[in-house]
């Protein structure tokens, strides 16, 4: 169950991670080499730091529930133990995270054109643009922790919803 729940919660947090950076809806077909590299200076510039920031504020959320779960299979666990335990699950979620946002650039240039991957490291230049990527890691863990906060409630609402609906077409489950 523990387990289930930590995957489910990484897998939201990509999601939410790849949300913090903004896509065009439809895609544009393969990119064009400039684009490409217009995409990897965004990536470069985008993700110096938000790595290491998701990692930290993932690693806020999820650790608790992971010590709780250690400390009821191993009581004498000491502190050192956890922490190194903490130092690796975090070492683990930078070296994963990493490698999926090896491939955003990739993404990008599919969606946008080389001038507008331009703009956007223009406007990423800017003090606002420089505020957005501090402070977007941390919006987007906020808004993550928020629908965690309401995810299970929220689960059994809809299954209880949509169980109505099915016994009302004659469906059992």
Not at 29 to 47: F, I, R, T, Y
Not at 72 to 89: G, Y
Not at 150 to 163: N, R
Request: with cysteine; aromatic share 6%.
């Amino acid at each position: 169950m523990l387990r289930s729940r930590l995957r489910a919660t990484v897998a939201i947090a990509f999601v939410f991670c790849a949300a913090a950076m903004p896509v065009r809806a439809l895609a544009q077909g393969e990119a064009s080499p400039d684009s490409l590299k217009a995409a990897n200076e965004l990536m470069a510039l985008m993700s110096k730091d938000t790595v290491q920031q998701l990692v930290t504020s993932l690693t806020a959320q999820i650790w608790p529930t992971l010590e709780r779960a250690l400390r009821a299979k191993r009581s004498d666990i000491d502190q050192a133990t956890l922490t190194e335990l903490r130092h690796e699950f975090e070492r683990i979620q930078g070296q994963y995270m990493t490698g999926v946002m090896a491939d955003t650039p990739a993404i990008y240039a599919r969606y946008f054109s080389a001038q507008e991957l331009r703009d956007m490291l223009a406007f990423y230049a800017t003090p606002t643009g420089q505020k957005t990527l501090q402070v977007m890691p941390q919006l987007t863990a906020e808004v993550f922790q928020l629908i965690m906060q309401q995810m299970l409630g929220l689960q059994a609402q809809i299954m209880d919803a949509f169980g109505n609906v099915l016994r009302q077409r004659g469906i059992e489950l």
